[in-house]
């Protein structure tokens, strides 16, 4: 009888701890409409990238909210904060995101939605960020933990926060294979940043350096480049529009 009742105890103990855990990989689980509020939208999808990007507030760009004033720079009339930006009131409308960059999931969440982005675009592809940059080592230690969570994509980060990514690498934190950094070169018709091998500029009276983007020939749209990803190329310079 003794017998018995303990085999019934331990089935009944088994049950319990399957459910427990079934329970707590359900909790872990994330779906689409948990991770937009974990981040504060889906991904970004503009016209012109092949693929998927994540946006932040233009009004957030440490160094960008400096150069939108100085003529001649790449920021200055930034896109990200006239046109259908401003029509739409989306640089205020975007600032709680970079808020969201603090929350502990927030990399799970990106590495959901990117993981699980379905073919309208590239998914082999991700830009960061079609407006706004980043914030601080934390914030580039969070991207770099999203890109060793899609390993099967290629991501690309230009970037205008050198110090930022200077100070990631002094403290001996590796970039991964699968992100190219591109420094951009803050003002127009100027030679590219010294200080990293992968970088960016914009053209306008001069002839570009490296190689040009030829979007502006194809209707402002990639279509198969993806030059901007492969870190064999040293410098892109986009004709200034
Ligand atoms: S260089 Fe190629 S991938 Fe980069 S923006 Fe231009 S068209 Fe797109």
Known sequence: MLTQINIYNKFI???????????TKEREKLNKIQAKEILGS???????????????????CIKGSKLVNVKGSVCYGCYALNGNYKRYNLPLKL????KNISNNDWCK???????????????????WHDSGDLQSVEHLKKIIEVCKMTPNVKHWLPTREYGIVNKYIKQGDKIPKNLVIRFSAHMIDTKPPKTF??????????????VECVS???????GSCRMCW????????????
């Open 197 to 210: 091998f992968n970088t960016s500029t914009v053209h306008k009276d001069k002839s570009f350096i490296g």
């Open 42 to 60: 889906y991904l970004s999808c503009t016209s012109k990238m092949p693929c998927y990007s994540y946006n932040l507030s233009a009004l957030d």
């Open 230 to 241: 492969d870190g064999s190329i040293k410098n892109i310079s986009y004709k200034y529009h």
């Open 13 to 23: 103990s088994a049950l319990r701890e399957r459910n427990n855990s079934k329970q």
């Open 95 to 98: 600032q709680h995101k970079t």
């Open 109 to 127: 969440a990106l590495a959901y939605l990117i993981n699980n982005q379905g073919n309208k675009k590239d998914k082999n592809f991700f830009r």
């Open 216 to 222: 502006y020939k194809n209707k402002n749209e990639c």
